[in-house]
Every structure is written in C-alpha cells, then in structure tokens.
C-alpha cells in the first residue's frame, strides 16, 4: 500500500534551520510531490511543490528561505527552511502524486514549532 513516511520536524529557535524529508512507497510513477502546511484553526495552505521536471513554485511568505527538492531514486521530497519565524508553526504535510491514477497522496503530517 502507499506509505508517505515525514521525518525532520521538531523544535527550534527563530532564526534557526530544519530539513524535512518524506519518503514514498507504494506508488508506481510518482509525479509532481509538495509540502503543505497547516497552523491552529487556519487552513491547510501551500508551502511548495515540485514537478518531475523539477520546476518549483514557493508561497510568498516562504520565498527566498525555503527550498525544495527532490532525489527520484530515493522516492524521497525534501523541504530545507532557513530562517525560521514563529509564523512558520505548524504541521507540515508532503503530498504526492501518482501519475497513473492521477491521484495525490499525503503525509501523516510532522510538527515544526518555532520559538524561543
């Protein structure tokens, strides 16, 4: 069956760093692979994606810190974040796509608190 296993999230200071990796099993040809990321009583929202071809698309508020990445044969999505802000609290959830069924999967979600 399809696994999409987060790892990376945790506690840091504002200012500091993490890296975010989520790797997938179980689907066939993968697609485009993403990271959303969802705070306290707002809704889900796009932080970045990636397609096969290796374009990039980043929200506004992560421009310029955050970057996304992609290693095909490990099947596996990064998210590097610099520069943390409190702001960027939240779960953050990998999606990928199968391109044969055309359907995305997510992530079991993985928490990313920034304080200090």
């Known amino acids: 069956q399809v696994q999409l296993v987060e790892s990376g999230g945790g506690l840091v200071q504002p200012g500091g760093s993490l890296r975010l990796s989520c790797a997938a099993s179980?689907?066939?040809?993968?697609?485009?692979m993403g990271w959303y990321r969802q705070a306290p009583g707002r809704q889900r929202e796009l932080v970045a994606t990636i397609t096969g071809a290796g374009i990039t698309n980043y929200a506004d508020s992560v421009k310029g810190r955050f970057t996304i990445s992609r290693d095909n044969a490990k099947r596996t999505v990064y998210l590097q974040m610099n520069s943390l802000k409190p702001e960027d609290t939240a779960v953050y959830y990998c999606n990928v796509q199968s391109t044969v069924i055309g359907r995305y999967y997510w992530g079991q979600g993985t928490q990313v608190t920034v304080s200090s």
């Open positions: 179980g689907i066939y040809s993968i697609g485009a």
